[in-house]
């Protein structure tokens, strides 16, 4: 039965994932909702990285990866052929923890995935640069300075500049996996200014360690401990009025 | 007051240490160092002094000329039909050399299983351990029969023959050094590819091998270099007629076994040919060298930026 409800992008169920021997993921179900943030939190190995990638299948890359239960991308099963994983991973698209441009011009970072997929048209890229720049808040920044190697750019506004790239292919989705967690509070701050405007036009999925960070942007949390999906609400209710105690353990600094 | 104890004796040792191989072994290994830098200056100074009685006594017009007739009557000492044969053979080289090296670097660092990758290296690897001679014996004594019966104008000694072998010696290290440049590409940085939905073969082609290409590209000139020094297989297997030709089927004569033909007894000391051979020397360490140096400049400007 296909799932209807335009509203909801992913829906999860039952998924479990091991490496190698070791499972880092224990019967998983999760809705997540078109055109919200939803943060997904909890300590170091808990399995809330490989969540993240698991929905864009990057896990796979990982050598000895095994799933099994399925993940419905607006109702189709994408670890079935139904979805190629390269159409998969242009309708969703994802922002790594570090800054990962590649050592190429500004522009020609922008432009990478739509050349790759075929847009040949000068003007048209030039077109989805400057929107896909825009949208990330580094268009003023660097209007100048596009054939510049992007590794000129400050650690913050390479950031910006793979949250562009991965804009210009026009996704559906963006997955954050601790897009912030090397860059100085500044630029960090930008960059929560920006998520702010993203959902407006994407779905968004981050992963944070910093729990005000998905306090501050997250319209729904979730709680990942050990692997299991512990506590899954309106971020309000999961920072205010926990169900598990050990949601409240963590979010009151007792552990993690 | 055990602690004590071995408190003391440690002091009492340090302070009665004697500290002079502390202070000699670092001049014993600046010794070991400098040996090999004066051997290279020692070398490049002979080959300067000797090559320059050869200039003196040798026109430049003939040295530029298609005529090497050393042991003539009437000698000449034209450098053409060598550079010609060493050009020839080491652009045949890098034909083979180049395009396999480069296959095989790009399947063993970004498709074959870690695996696989770990049994294949030190057998590419092993080609490389094999002494030149044996190149040179096989090329001779192999690959010109097979290749005569294909072209049946194939002179015994010819160009061709060797050149596919030196491509064949070379192949490890084209393939060895440019693997170390891909693999040198941090994977988040062909994530960020793939996450845009590039296959593999985009990601290798429009992420990996730009972001290599200083490591790629000195690979390659590395090879030449090493392509322009190569002795013993053309020595071998293309003989040394000293004739200026471009026709790969026939006998030529590289720099190299020139001077391998040369040392061999037939010339005098202090005769013009024997300085022709410092002449030939110098003008293949040029070449080297600036090889070697094209490399380093190649790795420095376009070095990795990420």
């Keep these: ?256 | 007051m055990k602690n004590n104890e071995i408190r003391d004796l440690i002091q009492h040792n340090i302070k009665n240490k004697s500290h002079f191989s502390d202070k000699a072994m670092p001049l014993f290994f600046l010794t070991m160092a400098l040996i090999s830098v004066l051997t290279t200056f020692g070398i490049v100074y002979t080959l300067v002094v000797d090559a320059f009685k050869f200039f003196a006594n040798v026109p430049l017009s003939e040295v530029f000329s298609t005529r090497l007739q050393p042991l003539s009557a009437n000698p000449s000492f034209g450098i053409l039909p060598l550079l010609n044969g060493t050009i020839l053979t080491t652009i045949i080289a890098m034909i083979v050399a180049v395009p396999v090296g480069m296959a095989a670097a790009i399947y063993l660092s970004q498709f074959a299983s870690k695996k696989l990758r770990k049994m294949l290296k030190p057998i590419l690897e092993i080609l490389a351990g094999i002494p030149t001679i044996v190149y040179g014996f096989f090329a001779y004594s192999v690959v010109t029969p097979i290749l005569m019966t294909l072209i049946p104008s194939l002179e015994p000694k010819n160009v061709l023959s060797p050149g596919l072998v030196m491509g064949i010696m070379i192949i490890p290290m084209v393939a060895s050094l440019s693997e170390d440049a891909m693999n040198a590409v941090p994977s988040i940085m062909k994530d960020g590819a793939t996450g845009l939905g590039s296959t593999k073969l985009e990601t290798t082609f429009k992420v990996v091998i730009p972001a290599a290409i200083s490591g790629i590209m000195s690979s390659i000139v590395l090879a030449i270099s090493r392509a322009i020094g190569e002795t013993m297989i053309v020595t071998i297997a293309s003989g040394s007629s000293k004739r200026f030709t471009f026709d790969i089927t026939q006998s030529m004569q590289t720099m190299t076994s020139y001077i391998v033909e040369f040392t061999s007894g037939d010339a005098g000391s202090g005769t013009v040919g024997y300085y022709s051979l410092y002449a030939v020397g110098l003008i293949l360490f040029i070449f080297t060298l600036t090889m070697n140096l094209i490399a380093q400049y190649i790795t420095k400007k376009y070095g990795e930026r990420y």
């Design chain 1, 1 to 256: 039965m296909k799932d209807n409800n335009m509203d909801i992008v992913y829906d999860v169920k039952g998924l479990n994932l091991w490496y190698g021997d070791n499972q880092a993921l224990k019967d998983i179900n999760m809705k997540i909702e078109k055109n919200k943030i939803t943060a997904i939190i909890g300590p170091s190995g808990c399995g809330k990285s490989t969540f993240v990638k698991t929905l864009n299948r990057m896990i796979e890359n990982v050598d000895g990866v095994r799933t099994s239960g399925e993940i419905l991308y607006y109702g189709d099963d994408i670890f079935t052929n139904k979805l190629k994983v390269e159409e998969l991973r242009t309708r969703v698209g994802m922002v790594f923890q570090k800054p990962n441009p590649f050592p190429k011009s500004i522009y020609e970072n922008v432009v990478y995935g739509p050349k790759i997929h075929g847009i040949k048209d000068k003007k048209l890229l030039m077109k989805i640069t400057e929107e896909s720049l825009r949208g990330a808040a580094l268009w003023d920044e660097v209007k100048d300075r596009l054939n510049e190697n992007a590794y000129s750019l400050s650690g913050g506004q390479q950031q910006r500049l793979c949250i562009a790239r991965s804009m210009a292919v026009n996704p559906e989705v963006i997955l954050m996996d601790e897009p912030t967690s090397a860059l100085d509070p500044v630029a960090t701050m930008k960059i929560e200014e920006l998520m702010e405007d993203l959902k407006k036009d994407y779905t968004v999925v981050i992963v944070t360690h910093n729990m005000q960070q998905a306090a501050r942007i997250s319209d729904k949390t979730a709680f990942f401990l050990n692997g299991e999906l512990i506590e899954f609400d309106v971020t309000s209710k999961i920072f205010g009025t926990p169900k598990d105690q050990r949601t409240e353990d963590y979010i009151t600094g007792r552990f993690g």
